[in-house]
């Protein structure tokens, strides 16, 4: 898989990068005054370019829909049709994007996971289709875009000690 593919998967799917970029907008522009709308979307490309993140995307994907064509063994079938609660295996592999930027990822999909903000409100919502695992790769891919911009921004403060400075 390429970010091409990766990119043209979640258009298909019906989210646009600029979608996602949008979301990583709203999480940091709080903290950076300067930032722009372009470097978050650099950001969300940058991490689709990551291999691990195509992959964990066409695995979820892959799932989403084979439940929708209806080709999943039961009960995992009724489990997706369902969008069941307890069902935690969509955040799992979500959690794997995030981890590429540490904690603030993490914690950044948690927030966005519960609040399901802008695209992946309307992937959950969505009664049409199956996305029990593209809303979280999508608030993973964020949350990660997000993170990584929080780890190189110019504005980040810099401690002296930790840096071997005075």
């Known amino acids: 898989m390429s970010y091409q593919m990766a990119a043209e998967l979640l258009e298909r799917r019906g989210v646009s990068l600029s979608s996602i970029a ?30 691990e993140v195509q992959y964990t995307l066409m695995t979820g994907v892959a799932l989403d829909e ?11 079938q009724a489990v997706l049709e ?32 519960k609040i399901k903000l802008g695209i992946i409100g309307k992937l959950n919502d969505d009664k049409g289709s199956i996305h029990v695992f ?14 990584r911009i929080a780890h190189r921004h110019e504005g980040a403060k810099v401690y002296p000690h930790i840096n071997g400075t005075e």
């Open 66 to 76: 084979l439940a929708e064509n209806r080709l999943l063994p039961q009960p995992l």
């Open 134 to 147: 593209l809303d979280d790769l999508v608030a993973g891919i964020a949350a990660a875009a997000s993170a």
């Open 82 to 113: 369902a969008d069941e609660s307890l069902y935690g295996a969509d955040e799992t592999l979500a959690l794997g994007i995030t981890g590429v930027y540490g904690m603030i990822g993490l914690t950044g999909f948690g927030y966005l996971d």
């Open 22 to 51: 949008e979301i990583v907008y709203i999480l940091q522009s709080a903290y950076y005054a300067d930032l722009t709308e372009e470097e978050c979307l650099s950001s969300v490309k940058a991490v689709l370019g990551k291999r």
